[in-house]
C-alpha cells in the first residue's frame, strides 16, 4: 500500500501570497480593482479579446453569456451532454430549452453532425467543449452556426492557452468563459472569466456585472447619474482572488511546461498496456496544441474501469471516472427540448473513461506508483 495519492493538487507557483497582501494594503477588496485590471489585461492580449470580465465562477460567467443571448421563451441551446452540469445549468436557469448533441471519439469534444442534426430555427446558441483542454471540432461548429445565424459561446473550462491551428481556444466563439476553481489548471479558490470576442457585446456585459447598473459609464463619465437599467446580479471577482490569480497566469508558461511533461511521462510509462490490456490512450489532431488539463485513458469496457477504479482506490490512488451524461439526468429532465435523446458515443466513453492523478508539480515516483497500481489493477480486472 502506497501513500495516498490524491486525484488533484493545487500548486502555490509564484507570488500568491504576496499579492494578496498587496490587495489587502491597497484596500481595494471588492470586484474590478487593481489587481482584475492586470489579469483583465493579460488574458485580453494572450487571448486577443475585446473584454474578459473576472467572474465569481465559470458558472457565473455562464449566466451572464446566457443572458447576454437574450433568449425569447421557447429559444433553445445545443449542449454537449458529456460535460459539466455548468454547460447545460447556467442556459437552462436563463430560460432556454436544452437540447443534448453526441460527442465525436476522438477529441470527446461536439460532434458537428451531431449538432447538424438538432439545428433549427429555435436554436440561438451552440455550447462546446475543449475537453482535457483539447481543441474540439470547433470550426466545423463555428461554420455550422454561422451559416444559420447562432451564437457559439465556448466553454473553455478546461483550455486556456491551448489552440488550433495557432488560434486560442476561447478566441473562435462569441463569448467564451473560464474557470479558475481549485481543480482546473490556473486557480484562485473559486473564479472565473466570461471572455468577449464581440464589441458589440462589452458595455451591457458590464451592466450585468455590475447588478444591472450603468456604473461602468458613471465612472468613465459618460453619463451623469449611476441608475439600475437592466438584469444583472453580483458576478464579479473580488480583488483579492484576482490577487492570487495572477500570481498564477504569470507562471503560466512554467505551468503549462510542468504539465506537458508529466504528459509525456504518462504516455512513455503506459504504453505498454495498449497490446496486453485493449487500453486506448486520449487522442490530439496534430492542429492542436493542448492545455494539458487532465489526462485520461479509456478501458476496454465499463466494467473493466469499475474495477480498476476499485483496485487503485483500495491502494490509495484517487483515480476518478468523469461526466454522467447529463441527458438523462434528474437536473436535466424538465428542461429537455423533446424526447429524451440517444447518444451513444457518450454513453459509451463515460462509461469507460478513467482519469489519473494530474497535477502541476506531480513527480515522476508518484506517477510511477499510480502506474504500478494501474497495471495490477489491470492484471486482475481482464
Ligand atoms: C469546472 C467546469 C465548469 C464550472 O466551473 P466553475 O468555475 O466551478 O463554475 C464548467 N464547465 C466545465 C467544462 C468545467 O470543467
Redesign the pocket.
Known amino acids: 500500500m502506497t501513500a495516498m495519492i490524491p486525484f488533484n493538487r493545487p500548486t502555490l507557483v509564484g507570488n500568491e501570497l504576496e499579492y494578496i497582501r498587496s490587495a489587502v494594503a491597497g484596500g481595494h477588496s471588492a470586484s474590478k480593482g487593481p489587481f482584475t485590471g492586470q489579469v483583465t489585461s493579460l488574458l485580453k492580449e494572450d487571448l486577443g479579446a475585446h473584454d474578459v470580465l473576472l467572474t465569481?465562477?465559470?458558472?457565473?460567467?455562464?449566466e451572464m453569456a446566457a443572458m447576454l443571448i437574450d433568449p425569447r421563451p421557447g429559444d433553445v441551446v445545443i449542449v454537449p451532454s458529456f460535460?459539466?452540469?455548468?454547460?447545460a445549468l447556467a442556459f437552462a436557469r436563463e430560460g432556454f430549452r436544452l437540447r443534448f448533441a453526441d460527442i465525436e471519439p476522438v477529441t470527446l469534444g461536439l460532434d458537428p453532425h451531431s449538432v447538424a442534426d438538432l439545428i433549427d430555427d429555435r436554436v440561438r446558441a451552440i455550447v462546446p467543449?475543449h475537453?482535457a483542454g483539447i481543441g474540439c471540432e470547433i470550426a466545423a461548429i463555428t461554420q455550422l452556426a454561422a451559416s444559420h445565424g447562432i451564437s457559439v459561446i465556448e466553454?473553455?473550462?478546461?483550455g486556456l492557452f491551448g489552440s488550433l491551428g495557432g488560434q486560442p481556444l476561447g478566441s473562435f466563439g462569441v463569448m467564451s468563459?473560464?474557470?479558475?476553481?481549485e481543480?482546473?489548471n490556473f486557480v484562485c479558490g473559486?473564479?472565473?472569466a466570461l471572455v468577449i470576442n464581440d464589441s458589440a457585446l462589452v458595455d451591457r456585459a458590464h451592466v450585468l456585472l455590475d447588478k444591472g447598473t450603468n456604473r461602468r459609464s458613471f465612472e468613465r463619465g459618460v453619463v451623469d447619474k449611476y441608475t439600475w437599467c437592466d438584469d444583472g446580479s453580483s458576478f464579479g471577482l473580488s480583488d483579492l482572488l484576482a490577487a492570487f490569480l495572477l500570481a498564477q497566469l504569470e507562471c503560466r508558461d512554467a505551468v503549462l511546461l510542468a504539465r506537458e511533461a508529466a504528459t509525456e511521462r504518462y504516455d512513455r510509462m503506459l504504453h505498454g498496456l495498449v497490446e496486453p490490456f485493449g487500453v486506448e490512450f486520449g487522442r490530439k489532431p496534430p492542429d492542436r496544441v493542448s492545455a494539458f488539463?487532465m489526462y485520461y485513458l479509456l478501458m476496454p469496457s465499463k466494467a473493466v474501469r469499475d474495477a480498476v477504479l476499485h483496485r487503485m482506490h483500495a491502494d490509495g490512488v484517487i483515480a476518478t471516472f468523469h461526466y454522467v451524461p447529463l441527458h438523462r439526468s434528474p437536473g436535466a429532465v424538465r428542461h429537455l427540448d423533446g424526447l429524451v435523446p440517444e447518444l451513444p458515443v457518450t454513453d459509451d466513453i463515460s462509461g469507460r473513461l478513467l482519469r489519473l492523478p494530474f497535477y502541476t508539480d506531480i513527480d515522476h515516483a508518484t506517477q510511477s506508483a499510480v502506474v504500478g497500481s494501474l497495471t495490477e489493477a489491470l492484471q486482475q480486472a481482464c
Open positions: 465569481t465562477s465559470c458558472t457565473g460567467a455562464l460535460t459539466f452540469v455548468s454547460t467543449v475537453y466553454d473553455n473550462a478546461h468563459t473560464l474557470s479558475f476553481h481543480t482546473k473559486e473564479g472565473g488539463h
